[in-house]
């Protein structure tokens, strides 16, 4: 079993500002929509990593212990409002039941009689799934008679399910209108760490961004470039900053546009006055490889002019000892993308050397989810991470100050 490492973090002894939670609700007796982010790896007909089940038990155990008759929601994959027997919730009911200790009935559909009889024959703590929502055509549609058809499930609504707060959906934004409706202690955790990272961090602030494409991440780098007092580069998406300031990337895949993005961004980073904008730190050296295989020729490149035939599929040494001493001197630090191929053994050292750093930094330390938090698990280090979120993009869009539709809809001010 792997599980989220995921203790309050120093801003969330407080109750979320303007967020409707548990205790605005009358649980006793009553029957509460849940909407869990359940979407899990499966193996061979078995979840293969819990972390996202793990997540969310504290507000099951919470509500079960007030007296709440619990109706889970959540999807799994992408089946085009359509049943697939290979993404049905059977195993995941399965697992949750190994976790609470207790059994969680399955229905056999999403809306309908035989849900909603198995709804009213709940008792207090006791716990049932709906399948797969998006096995219905009018979830991801957010179509209000789908909604309405969850609605009519339940007395109540909570949202734990911050993994798919970025989506408005029937089941994370559409039924809250129509419902008493309020967060559960997973997403309120998420949206108090995340918001407080951006608005009063310990400083100073680094921000470590990775992964494969400027584009992905422009508006969290614009973010951090705004509020962060150092914010490095690594992965692919450094090749975008290298070309645009005139290196060779030899056969690394990066369009123009990207690189035009890249250029812009380092442009603001050099206007800098006063704090406006934050230190950008690139690779100094890098991996390279003949191709992404574990077998293909490599070695490390002092320097940042990648020869034409070579790709680089890594941060070299000097640039992870670099990240490393950026970490070492931080007071908060956000990482995000891992900094390089680190699933392919000879081109994981530099995001190991980035993780181990992060693990033993003496400040406060967020995970933005995704490959970053895979690449913790995969290193041994995540009980070592101080916060590690949930939800990957949705994370990444708090953070650009983007609004959430499943975090809006639950504001004192709107909302069902």
């Known amino acids: 079993m792997s599980t989220v490492s995921s203790p309050d973090s120093p801003w969330a002894r407080e109750r979320v500002s303007g967020l409707r939670g548990l205790d605005d609700l009358e649980l006793s007796g009553r029957r509460v929509l849940v909407r869990v ?7 061979d007909g078995e979840v293969a990593d819990d972390s996202r089940i793990a997540a969310a038990l504290p507000t099951l155990v919470e ?89 009519e499930l339940a007395d109540c609504y909570v949202d734990d399910a911050f993994g798919a707060s970025h989506r408005a959906h ?4 559409g039924v809250a209108h129509l419902l008493p409706a309020a967060a559960g202690r997973l997403l309120e955790r998420e949206v108090t760490t995340l918001r407080a990272l951006m608005e009063a961090p310990a400083r100073p602030l680094l921000a470590l961004l990775g992964g494969a494409k400027v584009a992905d991440k422009l508006g969290v780098i614009e973010s951090f470039l705004q509020i962060a007092d150092t914010v490095a580069i690594g992965g692919a998406m450094c090749f975008a900053f290298l070309a645009a300031e005139g290196h060779q990337i030899g056969s690394s895949a990066v369009g123009e546009e990207e690189i035009e993005h890249a250029r812009g961004l380092l442009a603001r980073a050099r206007q800098r006055s006063g704090g406006a904008h934050a230190r950008l730190l690139l690779p100094s050296d890098l991996v390279i490889a003949r191709s992404l295989d574990a077998a293909a020729e490599h070695r490390v490149l002092a320097g940042v002019d990648v020869p034409e035939g070579w ?13 490393a001493a950026a970490v070492a001197q931080a007071e908060t630090v956000f990482w995000n993308g891992p900094m390089g191929a680190f699933e392919i053994a000879p081109f994981a050292e530099g995001t190991r050397r980035v993780a181990q750093a992060v693990a033993e930094a003496p400040g406060y330390t967020v995970l ?15 009980e070592r991470i101080d916060y590690i979120s949930t939800g990957g993009g949705a994370a ?13 809809v639950l504001e004192r001010d709107g909302g069902g």
């Open 63 to 151: 509500l079960r212990g007030r007296g709440a008759r619990l109706i889970l929601v959540s999807h799994l994959g992408r089946p085009g409002g359509r049943w697939e027997a290979d993404l049905s919730l059977a195993p995941v009911a399965r697992r949750l039941g190994e976790l609470l200790g207790a059994e969680v009935r399955l229905a056999p559909e999403v809306v309908g009689e035989r849900a909603r009889r198995m709804s009213e024959e709940l008792a207090p703590g006791a716990v049932m799934m709906l399948e797969n929502v998006r096995f219905a055509p009018g979830e991801t549609a957010n179509d209000p008679a789908f909604a309405a058809a969850l609605a």
């Open 170 to 173: 029937a089941s994370t934004e």
């Open 368 to 382: 933005g989810g995704g490959d970053s938090a895979a690449a913790v698990h995969a290193f041994g280090l995540a």
């Open 396 to 408: 990444l869009e708090l953070l650009e100050g983007r609004q959430l539709p499943g975090v809006a």
């Open 311 to 323: 790709l680089a599929p890594d941060i070299g040494p000097s640039s992870a000892a670099s990240f």
């Open 37 to 43: 982010d359940f979407n899990v790896p499966l193996r």
